[in-house]
C-alpha cells in the first residue's frame, strides 16, 4: 500500500483488491493513515470508485448530506447498504468530483483543479447541501467560478423584483379577471405620452407598466433573463417570454394622410419585457372532425326498385353515418 498525493492536496491511500471474476478494483482510503482500517469505516461507491471513509470526518460539517448520513447522528435512513456492506451514493456525481468534496470535510476549501467542470462542482454541492461561496472555494478558472456567484445573487435579486414589483402587477391582472400579464419595464425617468385618438397599432394598451431602473438592468443581461425564467417556472407559472424590444413612449410627428386621416409617428425604446400565465396550458381540441361524405343510403326503396339499383330478391343495408356508430345502438338489419 502507498500513499497518493491527490492534486487537490489530499492525501489519499490507494490498494488494490480482488473483485469478482479475478478483477482488481481500486479502493481510495480517505483520510490517509498508516496505521490498519478500524471496524468504524465506511465504504462509499461513487461513479463505480470505492471510497474508504472515517465517518468521523463529517461530523465536522453535520448539516450537509454526508454529515447526517455518517456524522454523529447517523441518520442511516438516507440510503441503506448494498449486500457486500457498501453504501452506494451520490449517483450522478463523478468520482473527480467526489474526491473533491471529500477533501473538503478535511480541510474546509473546495479545490477544484484544471480540467473539473466549476458547473459540476456546484451541482454537486448543492445536492450534498455543502456551501459554495467565494469563501470555500479555490479555483484557477474565474470566469466560471464568477459565473456561478452571479448566479447566485440574480436568483435573489429577482427574489425581490418578484415580491416588491411584479407580483403586485400580476395581482392586479387577476383581479380585472386576466389570465396572463405582460409587463414592460421602463427607466424612472422614461415618459409615455400616447395620442388618445390614434395609439399605437401593436396592442401596447394592454401591457402593464413598470417604472424600474434596477430591474431594467437587470434584464439587461440575458444570463440573469435565464435566471428568472427558471425561478418562475419553480414558483409555477407557464407561457414565460422574457426578452427586449421596441416601446413606443411619445408622439414624434403627425402626418395628414389623404381625405383628412392622420397619422401618429411613435418614437420606440428598446425596453425588457415579461409575458407569461398562471393557467394550465390550452390542451388540444378533443373534437373529432369527421369528414362529409355524400351518402349512398336508398333513401326510398320503392322508388329504387322502379330505377332498378336494387336487385330483384335483395334487400339494401341502410348507410350508418359514423356519428350513430359511435354514439348509438348497432343498426338492426332490415331481414330481421
Known amino acids: ?61 453535520p448539516d450537509t448530506v ?21 453504501y452506494e451514493i451520490a449517483e450522478g456525481i463523478g468520482a473527480n468530483i467526489f474526491r473533491i468534496i471529500l477533501d473538503y470535510y478535511r480541510v474546509g476549501v473546495l479545490h477544484c483543479p484544471e480540467g473539473v467542470s466549476v458547473a459540476e462542482l456546484r451541482e454537486a454541492c448543492d445536492y450534498l447541501c455543502i456551501n459554495f461561496d467565494y469563501n470555500t472555494v479555490r479555483c484557477r478558472d474565474l470566469s466560471a467560478l464568477l459565473h456561478e456567484l452571479s448566479n447566485d445573487g440574480a436568483r435573489q435579486q429577482f427574489q425581490a423584483f418578484l415580491d416588491e414589483l411584479l407580483l403586485p402587477a400580476m395581482v392586479s391582472s387577476a383581479q380585472e379577471g386576466e389570465r396572463e400579464c405582460r409587463i414592460v419595464v421602463l427607466t424612472d425617468d422614461d415618459t409615455v405620452d400616447w395620442d388618445r385618438d390614434n395609439p399605437p397599432p401593436l396592442g401596447e394598451e394592454n401591457s402593464l407598466i413598470l417604472y424600474s431602473t434596477k430591474l431594467l438592468r437587470f434584464f439587461k443581461f440575458i444570463e440573469n433573463r435565464d435566471v428568472a425564467k427558471a425561478l418562475l417556472k419553480e414558483r409555477g407559472l407557464k407561457n414565460i417570454r422574457i426578452g427586449i424590444e421596441g416601446y413606443p413612449t411619445c408622439k414624434e410627428k403627425v402626418k395628414r394622410r389623404p381625405g383628412g386621416r392622420s397619422e401618429v409617428i411613435y418614437s420606440y425604446v428598446q425596453r425588457p419585457f415579461i409575458q407569461l400565465s398562471w393557467e394550465k396550458e390550452e390542451g388540444k381540441s378533443r373534437h373529432v372532425d369527421f369528414q362529409c361524405v355524400r351518402s349512398r343510403s336508398v333513401p326510398n326503396l320503392i322508388t329504387a326498385l322502379e330505377e332498378g339499383t336494387v336487385r330483384p330478391g335483395a334487400m339494401p343495408t341502410p348507410q350508418v353515418d359514423e356519428l350513430d356508430r359511435l354514439n348509438g345502438p348497432a343498426p338492426l338489419s332490415l331481414d330481421q
Open 1 to 61: 500500500m502507498t500513499p497518493e498525493e491527490h492534486p487537490t492536496g489530499a492525501s489519499a491511500w490507494r490498494m488494490s483488491v480482488g473483485g469478482e471474476g479475478g478483477a482488481d478494483a481500486t479502493k481510495e482510503v480517505w483520510p490517509s493513515q498508516s496505521r490498519p482500517l478500524s471496524h468504524d469505516r465506511v465504504t462509499l461507491v461513487v461513479d463505480g470508485t470505492h471510497f474508504v471513509v472515517d465517518p468521523a470526518v463529517f461530523s465536522a460539517y
Open 66 to 86: 454526508l454529515g447526517r448520513m455518517y456524522g454523529r447522528a447517523r441518520q442511516h435512513s438516507f440510503t441503506r447498504p448494498n449486500s457486500k456492506g457498501e
